[in-house]
């Protein structure tokens, strides 16, 4: 549970000594005085009743405060306690060497029902930073102080600029009010802790974070974070098992390719330019109709098994054979290539090439589809990466002052 009743007790303590000033407790609240006297030292009674009723209404009475101001102080300080209660929770999810450095007090109390740090860090992936340390480099850390740095305080501020309108409203509706309007009109401060973990779960944690976040999903800077959480999700496959596949059968089918290059030099004598040219005709009128009933195979073997040029110095043969069958390759030596594609694949959209396939890929032969996700895998922390960078570039074009009018 939070102890919210904790961060108001040590500023009603201040609140109430600075008001009495050098004004005898007794004139303040007849009878009261050793109550005043351990308020003031910020002394918790057993019950949790650090102000009780009858002493709340003394002191309204003589200073002319409304009770609410008297407990949660004005406007300004009220906020300053919430922003306060909510830097706490947000502690909890920091790494332990910046938390155990934050100025912020850390002997409050300090448990946060599940529901409630779910919305929070829910919230905080709006930020791809922090989704990436989050879900990946949190788990990698070593003890530099590099490897753990990402900018949590701004990240901190950027939340309450854009929830501070939402959240006050909210906690005086549900938290303030209901604590000085009880059905017996009286006024009990244990009873606060309870109404603030209500109003962190049932209001902030089930409308105004899910409300934000809809909001923020339109947005094209804060929707990166969600493209980061989602390629986190989705398209990473952690804790891959090390394959030690080394080879994968690749079928291969290439029909034979005709090419050849001559060489004319000075020298070249008439008689094997007129036997080049003969040949050269011979080759343009070879038969290159499939016949009837005939494979592709077979006639790819035919055409193969012409010859041409055999005999002349003037002609290289730079043909490429028919290629028809299986062969084991290298299955890193394959994937690189595949990440090494030309990007003009792109522009075929091809999505049944017969050049080379791999048989069983998603069955029999599961390793070769662990070895692509492998790298898959790199692909998307290489995206993952640049989206963080550009969030991060956009994010520093923002006024932080007009992040409160944003949602």
């Given at each position: 549970?939070?102890?919210?009743e904790?961060?108001?007790?040590?500023r009603?303590a201040?609140r109430?000594k600075s008001?009495r000033?050098?004004?005898p407790?007794?004139?303040i609240?007849?009878?009261q005085?050793?109550q005043?006297?351990?308020i003031?030292?910020?002394?918790?009674?057993?019950?949790g009743?650090?102000v009780?009723?009858?002493?709340?209404?003394a002191?309204?009475?003589?200073?002319?405060?409304?009770k609410?101001?008297?407990?949660?102080?004005n406007?300004?300080?009220k906020?300053?306690?919430?922003?306060?209660l909510?830097h706490?929770?947000f502690?909890?999810v920091?790494?332990?060497?910046?938390r155990?450095?934050?100025k912020?007090i850390?002997?409050?109390?300090?448990?946060?029902?599940?529901?409630?740090?779910?919305?929070?860090?829910?919230f905080?992936?709006i930020f791809?930073?922090?989704?990436?340390?989050y879900?990946l480099k949190?788990h990698e850390?070593t003890?530099?102080?590099?490897?753990?740095f990402?900018d949590?305080d701004?990240?901190?501020y950027?939340?309450?600029?854009?929830?501070?309108?939402?959240?006050?409203?909210?906690?005086?509706e549900?938290v303030?009010?209901?604590?000085?309007?009880?059905?017996?009109n009286k006024?009990?401060?244990n009873?606060?802790?309870?109404?603030?973990?209500?109003?962190?779960?049932?209001?902030?944690?089930?409308?105004?974070?899910?409300?934000?976040?809809?909001?923020?999903?339109?947005?094209s800077?804060?929707?990166?974070?969600f493209?980061?959480?989602n390629?986190?999700?989705?398209?990473?496959?952690?804790n891959l098992?090390e394959?030690?596949?080394?080879n994968?059968?690749?079928e291969e089918?290439y029909?034979?390719?005709?090419?050849y290059?001559f060489?004319?030099e000075e020298?070249?004598s008439k008689?094997?330019i007129?036997?080049?040219?003969?040949?050269?005709?011979?080759?343009?009128?070879?038969d290159?109709?499939?016949?009837?009933n005939?494979?592709?195979e077979?006639?790819?073997?035919r055409?193969e098994r012409?010859?041409?040029?055999?005999?002349s110095?003037i002609v290289?043969?730079t043909?490429?054979?028919?290629i028809?069958?299986?062969r084991?390759?290298s299955?890193?030596?394959f994937?690189?290539s595949?990440?090494?594609t030309?990007?003009?694949?792109?522009?075929?959209?091809d999505?049944?090439?017969?050049?080379?396939?791999?048989?069983?890929?998603?069955?029999?032969?599961s390793q070769a589809?662990?070895?692509?996700q492998?790298k898959?895998?790199?692909v998307v922390?290489?995206?993952?990466d640049?989206?963080?960078?550009?969030?991060?570039?956009?994010?520093?074009?923002i006024?932080?002052?007009e992040?409160?009018?944003?949602?």
């Open positions: 549970m939070i102890n919210f904790a961060i108001l007790s040590k009603i201040r109430f008001l000033g050098t004004i407790p007794e004139i609240a007849n009878g005085k050793s005043i006297l351990s003031e030292k910020e002394k918790m009674p057993k019950s009743n650090f009780s009723d009858t002493l709340l209404d002191y309204s009475d003589y200073f002319g405060k409304s609410s101001e008297l407990i949660f102080g406007s300004g300080e906020e300053t306690q919430v922003f306060e909510f706490r929770i502690l909890s920091y790494p332990n060497e910046v155990e450095n934050s912020i850390k002997n409050l109390e300090l448990k946060p029902d599940p529901k409630v740090m779910e919305a929070f860090t829910d905080f992936h791809g930073d922090f989704g990436r340390w879900n949190q850390l003890d530099t102080e590099e490897d753990i990402i949590f701004s990240m901190y950027i939340f309450w600029y854009l929830s501070k309108n939402k959240i006050m409203r909210s906690f005086q549900k303030i009010s209901t604590s000085l309007t009880e059905s017996d006024f009990y401060f009873r606060i802790n309870e109404k603030v973990n209500r109003w962190l779960i049932n209001d902030f944690s089930s409308v105004i974070i899910p409300d934000m976040l809809e909001k923020l999903k339109t947005d800077i804060f929707k990166i974070g493209l980061v959480k390629l986190i999700d989705e398209f990473l496959v952690k098992p394959s030690f596949l080394e994968i059968p690749l089918y029909p034979p390719v005709r090419s290059r060489h004319f020298d070249t008689e094997e007129q036997k080049a040219s003969e040949e050269f005709l011979r080759f343009l009128s070879q290159k109709k499939q016949r009837p005939e494979t592709p077979k006639f790819f073997q055409i012409e010859k041409f040029f055999e005999d110095s290289e043969d043909s490429e054979s028919f028809n069958g299986t084991k390759i299955a890193e030596g994937l690189n595949v990440l090494d030309p990007e003009v694949f792109d522009a075929i959209h999505l049944n090439m017969k050049e080379r396939k791999i048989p069983g890929i998603l069955t029999v032969n589809s662990k070895l692509f492998q898959v895998n790199e922390l290489s995206i993952i640049d989206l963080v960078r550009y969030q991060n570039i956009f994010i520093n074009c006024k932080w002052e992040l409160q009018d944003f949602i």
